[in-house]
């Protein structure tokens, strides 16, 4: 089955313990993108990645880090959370990333005390 | 900055009904337009993908349009069903941009 998988679903962390949110893709797609999800703001980019080893910033990328060392992964890595990274976020991929239509993953819900 | 809205913000309808919902977006230089269903726990599920040389695409009880020039999109939904109960997301693809510009959704509650 076609799918980008997120890991955790759910996660609680403290303030500045690095963690990471694991994305993965099954569909041979050059582009893999991150989302965050919050109320009254929508949903905005993070990062995103147009083939191995190519990144670049979105509209939000402050406090996060991300890789692309294989086609079917794209990390999402916070080195030292705070709490306003508290929020719903989102993996997507596409095969080109401009005109074609893009698959989410179920989302990771994260909050930081 | 492109602006994607939605209107309206919540819809309530009972069973069986047709409804509109519709999304304008402030720049028409687009590469596409993209309508998701997104459930609690679910993600975002890909419903529907307009290019901008089209005018509409259809699947199933499912029809959506582009108006580019005028910057406004509908979803149609016929014969709604208890089970369409979702947000309704739509999204542009700019160009030279290689995000997605989302609107703040359609919360549908199709009543039994």
């Known amino acids: 089955e076609a799918q980008v998988t997120q890991n955790p679903r759910y996660l609680i962390t403290v303030t500045g313990k690095k963690l990471t949110v694991t994305c993965s893709q099954n569909?041979?797609?050059?582009?893999m993108s991150w989302y965050r999800q919050d109320p009254g703001l929508g949903l905005r980019q993070i990062y995103y990645?147009?083939?191995?080893?190519?990144?670049d910033k979105g509209d939000v990328p402050e406090g996060y880090k991300v890789s692309r060392k294989e086609k079917r992964n794209f990390p999402l890595i916070l080195e030292s959370p705070s709490p306003n990274q508290t929020s719903l976020y989102f993996c997507?991929?596409?095969?080109?990333?401009?005109?074609?239509?893009?698959?989410f993953g179920q989302g990771t819900r994260l909050t930081v005390v | 900055k492109q602006e994607v809205t939605q209107i309206p913000a919540a819809l309530s309808v009972p069973e069986g009904e047709n409804l509109v919902l519709n999304c304008s977006f402030t720049d028409s230089a687009i590469y596409n337009l993209q309508w998701f269903r997104q459930d609690p726990g679910k993600g975002l599920t890909s419903l529907l993908l307009i290019q901008s040389s089209q005018r509409e695409q259809t699947s199933g009880r499912l029809n959506a349009s582009l108006d580019k020039s005028s910057g406004r999109s509908t979803l149609y939904i016929a014969a709604s069903q208890p089970g369409d109960s979702a947000t309704y997301l739509c999204a542009v693809m700019d160009t030279g941009r290689r995000a997605l510009t989302f609107g703040s959704g359609t919360r549908l509650q199709v009543q039994p």
């Open positions: 997507a991929s596409s095969p080109d990333g401009w005109n074609t239509e893009a698959f």
């Open positions: 990645s147009m083939n191995v080893e190519v990144t």
């Open positions: 569909m041979n797609h050059e582009y």
